[in-house]
């Protein structure tokens, strides 16, 4: 589909680097020898076209930047790649380095960037609102607030219509937190291994990846159960998810009928029979896991384990930090396409495009809870420039119709990438709904053991090579997260497949040798 206000032509074309004919090597698969005859060794795939000229850059050189980086910032390595871009301007679903490289954008500043970088109209609104008013605190009132809630209220089901505005996801994680615990005056909170729901001291209790666990004391109160996880999970099968695509193991299931799903409700119920008291404060659950590399559950899980965890005294908080706005294309919440309404929703990245700003939804019956309990108080919460631009987000999303992109790109995306999934041995699952996926690497289909971190590592880098941004995920670092913002298009989409297929052709041929 095309976006109103962009008609630009998208052509998608093949240049090669290399005159030569690449010779095909005897010992590599049949399957690898078809895929070079196809593409070519040497060949890389050509980016569409941009309207976009970005300005020269003329701030710090790049050796500057690292020795600032080394000497003054946090020694907790995050950044992606040998090398890290330095990163100059965006427009849209591009970036742009301080070289004046492009690259297409499939990460979105992880899930972030929601309608496109520096979208005209969210970038207007900014800008008018700075002229404007920039701060006043809670303690007075100003239209954006009001007219922002009012919004985002019309787009939320009964009865969650009270809304609690944060400035980052966990930052409304730890709020949710505090909600249910002062709702139930129980303390025990359930999340699932593999999940990610923030990294604040608070929050590192929920967040169930290795890295993110200390080995001081923290989280008191919160506990995990197992991810049902139908990959890579003890049980799946060939119609679990709700998704495009399956995974590549097989069950006698019909179709209405999943047993990896009671299998997993099995552990559920015995994680509180054995690990929680008796009455709860909650259960946090990400409609799809996002740190964890795009994670989905069996359908019907998260029904009947909101009933478990209700049963208990808890309440249910789905975490749309990444799943709402429409990433998802059938529906504009994460958890709608479970058929769950949840007691607590939070909500962060997409909101405000990049911009930070984050969102607490509840019920006015746990609102007034939290209030008997403490004074919530948030100096920045709900600010004049954030509300403003989330306005602008809500809006571009609608005028747009950027949902139904999601929905309609998205699946294009999804059963493009689920044929190199096919093809190649090392990809061992794509998964996912609209506009989030993951490609999980493995040695091979059968173990389904993963990829060396070193190959997918090389892998990552040729992407980068070639001009597409991608992300990373899972335990192991093993899977590979595409979020694009909602405003991509099919031809993108082919370039992005062509540059990983070329990729992996690539690590194929070095594999090889």
């Not at 970038?123 to 009132?141: C, D, E, I, P, Y």
């Not at 420039?385 to 139904?404: G, P, R, T, Y």
């Not at 979020?483 to 990729?503: G, M, Y």
Request: proline share 6%; net charge positive; glycine share 8%.
């Amino acid at each position: 589909m095309t976006l109103a206000w962009r008609h630009l032509p998208r052509i998608l074309r093949l240049e090669t680097s290399s005159p030569r004919t690449p010779k095909t090597c005897p010992s590599l698969s049949g399957t690898f020898r078809k895929s070079v005859t196809k593409l070519g060794l040497h060949t890389k795939p050509r980016m569409p076209p941009c309207d976009f000229t970005p300005e020269k850059y003329q701030s710090l050189p790049y050796r500057r930047v690292l020795e600032i980086y080394q000497q003054h910032l946090s020694p907790v390595h995050v950044a992606y790649f040998p090398q890290p871009l330095l990163l100059h301007q965006g427009h849209m679903e591009w970036l742009f380095d301080h070289e004046g490289n492009r690259y297409l954008d499939f990460f979105s500043g992880i899930v972030t960037v929601s309608v496109g970088h520096c979208h005209p109209k969210v970038n207007a609104a900014a800008g008018k609102q700075l002229g404007r008013l920039w701060h006043t605190s809670a303690v007075f009132f100003h239209p954006q607030v009001h007219e922002y809630a009012e919004k985002l209220s019309a787009l939320l089901p009964e009865p969650l219509k009270v809304i609690f505005l944060t400035n980052s996801g966990s930052e409304a994680n730890d709020l949710a937190m505090l909600m249910a615990r002062a709702h139930s005056k129980n303390t025990d909170i359930i999340s699932f291994r593999g999940a990610y729901h923030g990294c604040s001291p608070y929050t590192l209790g929920l967040s169930n990846v290795g890295p993110f666990k200390m080995t001081l004391p923290g989280g008191v109160g919160c506990q995990s159960t197992m991810c049902p996880d139908v990959f890579r999970g003890p049980w799946g099968g060939s119609h679990c998810r709700d998704s495009p695509v399956q995974t590549i193991r097989k069950c006698s299931c019909a179709p209405d009928c999943c047993q990896a799903k009671d299998q997993y409700i099995e552990q559920f119920k015995d994680t509180l029979s054995t690990s929680v008291a008796k009455s709860i404060a909650g259960f946090f659950a990400e409609p799809i896991q996002g740190v964890n590399g795009v994670v989905q559950y069996p359908k019907g899980f998260l029904q009947e384990a909101f009933e478990l965890v209700r049963e208990r005294g808890g309440v249910c908080i789905a975490d749309e930090v990444q799943t709402g706005f429409g990433r998802l294309g059938s529906h504009f919440w994460g958890f709608e396409t479970h058929g769950v309404l949840p007691d607590i929703i939070t909500m962060a990245k997409g909101i405000g495009n990049g911009f930070p700003m984050a969102a607490v939804v509840t019920t006015p019956e746990i609102a007034k809870s939290l209030a008997k309990c403490v004074l919530h108080f948030n100096t920045f919460g709900g600010n004049p420039m954030a509300c403003s631009i989330a306005s602008a987000v809500l809006e571009v999303i609608k005028e747009e119709n950027l949902q139904e992109n999601s929905r309609e790109v998205g699946t294009y995306m999804l059963l493009k990438f689920a044929k190199l999934r096919d093809e190649f041995e090392i990809i061992g699952d794509v998964r996912g709904k609209g506009l989030m996926m993951g490609i999980e690497m493995v040695k091979d289909k059968i173990s389904r053991q993963p990829l060396p971190r070193e190959e997918v590592n090389q892998i990552h880098e040729d992407c980068r090579h070639m001009g597409l941004l991608i992300g990373r995920g899972g335990i192991f670092s093993q899977t590979f997260r595409i979020a694009p913002s909602l405003c991509i298009t099919k031809p993108e989409v082919d370039f992005a497949v062509e540059v990983f297929r070329a990729a992996v052709i690539q690590h194929m041929e070095r594999r090889a040798k």
